[in-house]
């Protein structure tokens, strides 16, 4: 007879946040949007009219942990599928086991983890068999839907978006993990409610996250003949490194540089050197919110305040020459300067209308006063007849006109009051008058 380890008792050694994984929609913590008294979700779950659906959410709020429970309230076999580890064959294997199932009458909830994953074959591999009924199809994902799943499926499924935990929900699931058995009940751990909120803070809406941080707080604990404290020390060591919710290719990377973007327009520099320490605390490369600014400056700046441009440009090459963690300074005196310069969109629209009526109209030629015409053939077709040089006129502008016939006076630049634009606009209404107003001009 085999000799059992001491290691065998595999239950005792899991992770504690396996350990605690809820059963029930009673146990379950957060999301109450979904999970309350009569909402949507819970109702489908404990009526048993499960249909295909998509889990969207960040990390530790409870996806695979929801499917799980709904397998054990609907009447169908589970099978538990990861997008890391499976491919096409796998799918195959279990599409056809799925379907012999269908055809004894028995339902298949497939649930893939990190459905996202999967490249366009892999999820049009489940199109047929969710069409069927051959399976019900869960999905999770951090990742937004739309961007990450084709349109077919997703048109076939609906999303439920799971919420960061809070922090009373994350506390509450804390002294949950200290009183069960399953957690820390048949021990004593000295913890207090401080220590408890500071876990949670830091756990960042992640349940995983929290129920780790516990654990390794205890492990790391004093041990006395009476009870395990939670030291500050330990704990301290435990809570040093945050972990954000960044990702730079993911939809948060497009949500927070949008938010940058629109505290600087709103010239709430607060605002937008926190969300610049977000992205730089979240991994991002300082060059590319260097570039982002570039952009800003001309687009939301412009020539209200040139210079706008210039401190842009150069907090890019302070962060080229010194990188991370130095250049964070150089960034947010870009960021500050950015957000409190006067603001104008005239540039951005002026190229938008140009970009408009050059995709609707025809493409228009050159008047011939303003070409070129360095052959005789070019001049003999009146390339430059009547050409005016501004230079050698009094006023250092000629009347002549440079659009095409079509769009002559056609109007795309509209600088406004702000700032130096002020002067610009001023100056070019002079000139658009002084054009209209008078017959000619003599050079000098």
């Known amino acids: 007879m085999e000799q059992m380890s001491l290691f065998d008792n595999r239950e005792n050694f899991s992770p504690l946040a396996t350990r605690l994984r809820p059963e029930s929609l009673d146990d379950f913590v957060g999301q109450k949007h979904l999970l309350g008294k009569g909402k949507m979700l819970r109702n489908l779950i404990e009526k048993d009219q499960i249909s295909s659906m998509i889990f969207w959410g960040p990390p530790g709020v409870g996806k695979t942990t929801l499917a799980r429970i709904i397998a054990n309230r609907t009447q169908a076999e589970f099978t538990d599928f990861s997008a890391v580890t499976s491919g096409i064959r796998e799918i195959r294997d279990v599409m056809t086991k799925a379907e012999n199932s269908r055809r004894m009458g028995r339902k298949t909830l497939l649930f893939i983890d990190e459905i996202h994953r999967f490249n366009k074959a892999q999820q049009d591999a489940f199109l047929p068999y969710v069409e069927k009924g051959s399976i019900i199809l869960i999905g999770a994902t951090t990742e937004n839907p739309s961007f990450e799943i084709n349109a077919a499926l997703l048109s076939r499924c609906k999303v439920f978006v799971l919420n960061m935990l809070q922090e009373d929900d994350l506390a509450e699931l804390l002294q949950h993990a200290l009183k069960s058995p399953k957690g820390y009940g048949n021990q004593k751990i000295g913890i207090s409610e401080r220590q408890i909120s500071a876990i949670a803070q830091f756990a960042n809406g992640d349940a995983r996250t929290a129920l780790n941080t516990l654990e390794?707080?205890?492990?790391?604990?004093?041990?006395?003949?009476?009870?395990?404290?939670?030291?500050?020390?330990?704990?301290?060591?435990?809570?040093?490194?945050?972990?954000?919710?960044?990702?730079?290719?993911?939809?948060?990377?497009?949500?927070?540089?949008?938010?940058?973007?629109?505290?600087?327009?709103?010239?709430?520099?607060?605002?937008?050197?926190?969300?610049?320490?977000?992205?730089?605390?979240?991994?991002?490369?300082?060059?590319?919110?260097?570039?982002?600014?570039?952009?800003?400056?001309?687009?939301?700046?412009g020539a209200a305040d040139p210079e706008a441009l210039q401190i842009a440009v150069a907090s890019y090459q302070a962060c080229h020459f010194i990188g991370m963690p130095e250049c964070d300074v150089n960034l947010a005196e870009a960021v500050v300067y950015l957000s409190m310069a006067p603001k104008s969109n005239a540039l951005y629209l002026a190229c938008e209308e140009c970009k408009s009526d050059i995709k609707n109209r025809p493409d228009e030629p050159v008047p011939l006063t303003i070409r070129n015409a360095p052959t005789g053939l070019m001049k003999d077709l009146h390339y430059g007849e009547g050409y005016q040089y501004a230079h050698n006129m009094k006023e250092k502008v000629a009347r002549m006109q440079c659009l095409p016939d079509t769009l002559a006076g056609r109007r795309y630049y509209n600088p406004t009051t702000e700032g130096q634009e002020k002067q610009i606009s001023e100056k070019l209404e002079d000139i658009r008058n002084w054009k209209e107003e008078k017959p000619g001009s003599d050079p000098q």
Request: proline share 2%; with cysteine.
């Open 216 to 301: 390794m707080a205890v492990l790391n604990g004093d041990i006395d003949e009476e009870q395990i404290t939670v030291t500050d020390e330990a704990l301290q060591q435990c809570i040093t490194k945050k972990s954000l919710l960044y990702d730079k290719k993911g939809e948060e990377h497009y949500n927070i540089i949008s938010a940058l973007h629109k505290s600087m327009r709103n010239s709430d520099p607060d605002a937008a050197l926190y969300w610049m320490t977000r992205m730089l605390e979240g991994g991002e490369d300082p060059l590319y919110i260097a570039r982002r600014l570039i952009r800003f400056a001309s687009e939301d700046v």
